[in-house]
C-alpha cells in the first residue's frame, strides 16, 4: 500500500516528521486495528455474557477508552446478533477518543455537529444519561438516516436526529449547548488503509479546501456554545493544516475560545488508524447571553394537539398492556408526524422542545415510539430496542445458537417457545431485545423492519 501513496503525500509528511516519516509511512502496510465500544446503557464488562465473548471476539482493552476493546477481524462482530441487540458499536478504536476528551457530563446538553454514521454520537449519548440530551447532526439526509438507525440501535432515549447545515443549526441553537462535538470533514489520511480509494481523492488543493471548511464550521459550532461550554475538534488526517493551524486560525478569530488540550493518536506509535482531538473552552461573556434570549423567543412547550394528545393516550393504554414495567420516558413531549408518533426529549432545564425544530429537517425526532394506524397501535422497532427485557410483559427468547433466533433475524415467522403471551412481544437474543413480533397460534410474525433483516 504504501507504494501506492500520493508522492505529494509522502514529501509532505516527511518535511512535517522528519526521521519519524519512515515508520509513519511503513505503518501503511502493518495490518489494521478492529474496536468495538459496549453500550453501558444495555450492559457493561461486568456481564455474564461479557465472559463469553471476550474469548470468542478476542477482545482487549483500549487504553483511552474505559468502553472499547480492540477485536480480531476474523471475528467479525457486526455479524453477532449482540450487534442487532445494540450491545456494542463497530467503531475504530483512535475514533473513540474524541468522546472521551470531550468528557459529556450526564444530564447536559450536547451537540454533535456532524454525527453520522454516528460513533460519537451513540458513545456521547451513552455519557448522559437519561436526564441529558444529544442533538445530532449530519448535513448528508442519506447519511442522516444511518446515523438515526445507529441511535435507535443502541436504545438512545435522550438523542434527536436532525439534518441541517451548520449555519442554519446556528441560527436556531445560539449559545445553546453545554459542549459540541465537530468531528469534522476531513482529507482523511488516517483512512488510506481502510478504505484505498480515499488516496484517490487527497491532494495538497483538497487538503486547502477542507481547512477552509472546517474554519467555516467551527465558526459556527462557537456561535453555539454556552458561555463556559467546550467544543471537542477532531479529524482523522494527519496533516497540520486540518489540525493545529486550523486551531490556530480558530483561536484568532474566536477569542473567547481557549485551547485546553490537544491530542494526538499515531498509527506508527499505538494500535489505530490515528486521530486528532483539539479541546476547546468558551472562556465566558456577555456576547453569547444576547443570543440566549433570541432561543428563549423561539417559544415555549405547547401543548399537543388534540390529535397527539389522542395519540398519546393511545400508545399509553398500548403500553400498559404490552409494556407494564415500562420505565419512566425522559422529560419531553410527544409528537406525531403523519402516523409516526415520537418521544421528543426536552433535556434538563426544558429549553429544548418541539418549536425548536420547526423548519429543520429531522429524521429522528426523538425515540420512535410507534405507528399510529386506524384502529390499532404498532410499536416501534426503536422502543424494542430502548427498553430492557423487564419492561415487557413477556418476550421470545431464544439462545444465540438457536436456529429460531437466525430465522428471525432473516425476517422469517417462527414457532413461539412455551409460556410466551399472545399479541406483541420482543424477541430476545438470550435476554436482549432484537424487534417485535407478534404471536398468535403459536407463530411469531416477524415485524423486524425490512431493511435491517439479514440477506
Ligand atoms: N462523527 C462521525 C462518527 O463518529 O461516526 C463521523 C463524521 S465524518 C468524519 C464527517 C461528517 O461530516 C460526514 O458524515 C459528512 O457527511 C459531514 N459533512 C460533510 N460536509 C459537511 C459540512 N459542510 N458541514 C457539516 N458536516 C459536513
Redesign the pocket.
Known sequence: MRNLLPPAFVGRVTDMLGPEAEPFLASYDAPRSFGLRLNPAKWSAEAPEFAELMPLFGLEPIPWCPTGYYYAEEARPGKHPYHAAGLYYL?EPS?MS??ELLAPQPGETVL????????????IAAKLGPDGLLIA????PA?AQI?SE?LERMGAANAVAVNA??DKLAERFPAFFDRI??????S?EGMFRKDPDAMKEWSPAHVEMCAA?QL??VR?AAAMLKPGGVLGY???TFNREENEELIQAVLRECPALELERTERIWPHLTRGEGHFVAVLRHAGGSENTDENARTRKAGRVKPPSRQTAEAMAQFQAFAAEYLPAMPELPAGEPILFGEQLYWLPHGRGGRFHAGLLEGLKAPRPGLHLATMKKNRVEPAHALALAMPLSAFRGAARFALSSPELDAYLRGHAVQAPEGVPSGWVPVCAGRFPLGWAKLSEGQLKNHLPKGLRKL
Open positions: 467503531q475514533a474524541s468522546a454533535d455537529l456532524a454525527a453520522a454514521p454516528g460513533g460519537k454520537a451513540t458513545q447532526n449530519e448535513i448528508h447519511r446515523l445507529n447545515p451548520p462535538m465537530l468531528d469534522a470533514p476531513c482523511g471548511r467555516d464550521i459556527h477532531s479529524t482523522c
